[in-house]
């Protein structure tokens, strides 16, 4: 699941420096599409890995690949078609990116082996990232600073509620037509959304026609020497997206530990998109009484709180749909707290790479999700496993929030 308040935190800034109102605008309607595409197929697949599982003869561990290989698909899309679009311009990285989409999805749909899906979900997310991270780029390059910001916010609420619609959606299609039906879905919106590109979509930026690779790299590598920005970058993943580990582990948890209907689990994890939707709510209207490091690092320890108590849930036998989603909702509240102030800090630690700053702590983020994912999946015991990942995510990032700190804090006169 991508943060909901990322582009919001960082656009201001960022289209005062870059935005400016020319040329052809694309309709509002068509970046939502191109957006929706990657965030929906992230979870949207989650109610049918038992189905689909027995099906293909796969065990626990090897569908919930199928999640975790494509958040990390999202991960390395975040650092490439930035590069790309810069060099041929939006709508050829766009088309490129719905091609790949497209292509994979029809591998997906008719796959007969859990190799090929799980192949087949990492190049789909990779094609379905440039979608969300061009439809951003395309709003600063034609829209002034105040329209830009609304213009975000839009796609922000797309973001938020792409993996709140998706496990619905999956489970709706899963239980009537069957688990095949949700690959399918996919592979039609990126006919849909390649089509409206090629048809529809203005070229919204000057390409270059070269991708600046020794400046790209310059820019990481100083990135990549701030402890701040490394301590930023672990701990804003290990707080957010470590909690991909007990969306994909659900299903064999409320399903198979607990013995609930498939179709209640959607709902489950729609109650905890609501929590981080809660969370940014809360961010927005108290950010400036409290402050950016006192509410992240308050916002973190809900988190924390919310990965022990599920641990110690699990571990003394208490684990329950009421008590499993306690701790998540306070879990994920902390989640929608900690994404936009974790983010803003790391983009501000070297003002003048803050694309490049984006894109490297998107990578970290989606990275860590991916990894927390795949290690959720290990064992034979889903919410043991699910609760001992968050847990020890959790304890990282407070460990990596407040070391980032301190170095900001050493770092900042430096770099002023």
């Not at 599982?53 to 290989?69: F, H, K, P, V, Y």
């Not at 600063?140 to 973001?159: H, S, Y």
């Not at 402890?227 to 969306?247: K, N, S």
């Amino acid at each position: 699941m991508t943060d909901p308040a990322t582009s919001t935190s960082r656009s201001p800034s960022t289209a005062a420096a870059q935005a400016t109102p020319a040329g052809p605008v694309p309709a509002l309607w068509m970046l939502v599409l191109i957006t929706l595409a990657g965030t929906l197929a992230m979870h949207i697949f989650v109610p049918a890995l038992p189905i689909a599982g027995e099906a293909l003869g796969a065990d626990n561990a090897e569908m919930q690949l199928t999640i975790s290989l494509y958040i990390l698909g999202l991960a390395i899309g975040q650092l490439f078609y930035g590069p790309l679009s810069d060099a041929l311009g939006r709508r050829p990285a766009l088309m490129l990116g719905m091609l790949i989409y497209s292509v994979a999805g029809v591998v997906a749909w008719q796959a007969q082996s859990v190799e090929t899906l799980i192949t087949a979900r990492f190049f789909q997310a990779f094609g379905g990232c440039a979608g969300l991270a061009l439809g951003r780029a395309m709003i600063r390059d034609t829209a002034a600073p105040d329209r830009a910001v609304q213009r975000l916010a839009v796609l922000n609420l797309v973001v938020a509620i792409g993996p709140a619609m998706a496990p619905l959606v999956g489970s709706l299609l899963t239980t009537t037509l069957g688990w095949r039906t949700v690959l399918l879905a996919l592979c039609l919106m990126g006919v849909g959304n390649l089509l409206f590109v090629w048809r529809l979509m203005p070229e919204t930026a000057r390409p270059s026609g070269r991708v600046d690779l020794p400046n790209l790299a310059h820019e990481y590598r100083t990135l990549l020497r701030s402890p701040a920005f490394i301590g930023y970058a672990i701990g804003g993943g290990c707080v957010t997206t470590a909690m991909f580990a007990f969306v994909a582990s659900a299903p064999f948890i409320f399903v198979e530990q607990l013995g609930k209907p498939a179709s209640h689990v959607a709902y489950y994890l729609s109650l905890l998109i609501l929590s981080i939707s809660l969370g940014n709510f809360i961010t927005n209207r108290t950010i400036h009484r409290i402050g950016l490091v006192r509410l992240m690092l308050s916002a973190s320890l809900l988190s924390l709180a919310g990965g022990i108590s599920m641990l110690v849930i699990v571990l003394a036998g208490w684990a329950s749909v009421v008590t499993l989603e306690a701790s998540m909702l306070l879990f994920t509240f902390g989640v929608g707290m900690t994404g936009p102030t974790a983010l803003t800090l790391a983009v501000g630690i070297n003002p003048r790479v803050v694309g490049s700053a984006a894109g490297l702590y998107g990578f970290a983020q989606m990275g860590i999700g991916a990894l927390c994912t795949g290690l959720a999946g290990l064992g034979d015991n889903p919410a043991q496993a699910a609760a001992i990942v968050l847990a020890i995510a959790a304890v990282i990032g407070q460990l990596a929030l407040r070391t980032a700190l301190r170095f900001d804090r050493q770092e900042g006169p430096n770099r002023r």
